[in-house]
């Protein structure tokens, strides 16, 4: 599969979970706009099985709290820290499960891990793809988003 | 009669969408209880009991197939309906549990799937009533 198939997969997982899950609206762009950006918050699930590999999420801080209260129906009420970051890892685990029917033969099981969700540097910024890494950069009001997936052998 | 529901998911937030979607669907709900993971899950159905088990498959400590697995092989708590919300992606996966007489709906999920899916399970009539059937 060509990695702009695999790509094109990713932005659609991504793009269709985020909408339906916390009704965040985004779009995809070739490549984000340098500087200014927030400190940002990572959620990687990693997965086994016909493929094997992880996949994360990358948000800006400023986006997890309507985030959360999206998924949560919180109405002016902000959201703990906690339910922050398990609202990030949850969105992980879900474009994770749409993404990776698109990749395999329906009949392939996957094993997906439990998100691992941690503060980061906005590293969103090296932006070179290695050889089995795809990334998608997507557009939300709040802010830019990357989505990764990272495979230990090439489809 | 009130149904009382044991929901089984890693992710609190997961857990307070479901519950309050289930919340929404004017379905008689009774006590709705929460699991983190399949074992928490099992002990607390030696002490509650309960109409259904929602659960999801990728949790940490014990997953939720094998919770599955545990609670058919308890001769007091296999009649209980089952139904997985989950990512799950493989469909050969989704048939396993669904042999084993388990609901499936993948996430993200719709208000009105979750309330329709849980009617159709339950066999209780549309009306927002529940009916123990059991």
Known sequence: ?155 | MAINILVVDDSSVMRSMIIKTMNMSGLALGEISQAGNGKEALGLLKDKWVDLVVADINMPVMNGEEMINRIMEDPELKTIPILVVSTEASQARIERLMSKGASFIKKPFSPELIRNTIVKILGIEDNGEGRDKR
Not at chain 1, 117 to 135: G, I, P, T, W
């Open chain 1, 1 to 155: 599969m060509e990695r702009d198939e695999i790509k094109g997969r990713l932005i659609e997982g991504a793009v269709s979970s985020l909408e339906r899950l916390a009704f965040i609206f985004s779009y995809p762009v070739e490549m984000p706009e340098r500087g200014g950006m927030d400190d940002a918050v990572k959620a990687t699930v990693s997965f086994k099985g016909r493929l094997c590999g992880s996949l994360s999420i990358e948000l800006p801080t400023s986006a997890l709290p309507e985030l959360a209260g999206n998924m949560l129906g919180l109405d002016g009420e902000t959201p703990s820290l906690e339910q922050q970051y398990d609202a990030l890892g949850e969105t992980a685990n879900v474009i994770c499960g749409s993404v990776l029917p698109s990749l395999a033969e329906e009949s392939a099981i996957f094993d997906i891990g439990v998100p691992d969700v941690a503060a980061v540097k906005n590293e969103s910024f090296e932006l070179s793809d290695s050889d089995f890494e795809v990334r998608a950069y997507l557009e939300l009001d709040q802010g830019n988003c990357t989505v990764k997936l990272r495979l230990d052998d090439e489809l």
